[in-house]
């Protein structure tokens, strides 16, 4: 597998491109700026098969519904953030951008346990609420897509609708647990690796300070 990465729409969300052996390939967040991932496909001779959201902010799918009509690209989601791909109230469009609302009404939902298939790769899911009631973590090889649950040395905010702070440190332990020193990939801003973050993440400890959270 061979990862591209680029950042899309007005908050810069990173939108990773997983490229199969077959010249497949995998987009996770499309936060805007279709164009952009666009002239990425081209550049390397990529289809465009499968779109996975980390969650179902704006941010993060603002290009989603341009990428799907271009490329006709199955589009993923877990269950409980669905709703918010054909609401601007509910996936915060009007905070997060001004332009306009592009909904995504064709979608496949996503459980914990799941497992994404493409070619030669299997991505597999775990839900981990805090910044959403459906965020999710996407597992492909030694990488983790963390989107807004785990960032480098820090974690998403939980003081929108549907977040909180007990369930995201519950989620960040669960990602400590494990073993493998995986890359982790974020939803925005640079990406890390889990054995740095469980050293140094104050989130990602068994007894994080209490202001923090």
Known sequence: MKLHHIMLGPLAVNCYVIETENKNAIAVDIGGSYEKLKTLLDENGLSLKKILLTHGHYDHFGGVDQAVKDTGAEVFIHSKDAHMLT???????????????????????????????????????????????????????????????????????????????????????????????????????????????????????????????
Do not use: W
């Not at 965020?135 to 040395?153: K, W």
């Open 87 to 213: 609401s601007r109230i509910d996936s915060l469009a009007d905070y997060i951008s001004d332009a306009p609302f592009e909904p995504v009404d064709k979608f496949s939902t996503l459980e914990e346990g799941d497992k994404i298939e493409l070619d030669e790769l299997t991505i597999s899911v775990i839900n981990t609420p805090g910044h959403t009631k459906g965020g999710v973590c996407y597992f492909c090889g030694d990488c983790v897509f963390t989107g807004d649950t785990l960032f480098a040395l820090s974690m998403g905010r939980t003081d929108f609708p549907g977040g909180s702070p007990v369930e995201m440190h519950q989620s960040l332990l669960r990602l400590a647990k494990i073993e493998e020193d995986l890359k982790v990939y974020p939803g925005h801003n640079e990406s890390s690796t889990l054995g740095f973050e469980k050293r140094n993440n104050p989130y990602m400890k068994e007894n994080p300070y209490e202001d923090l959270i």
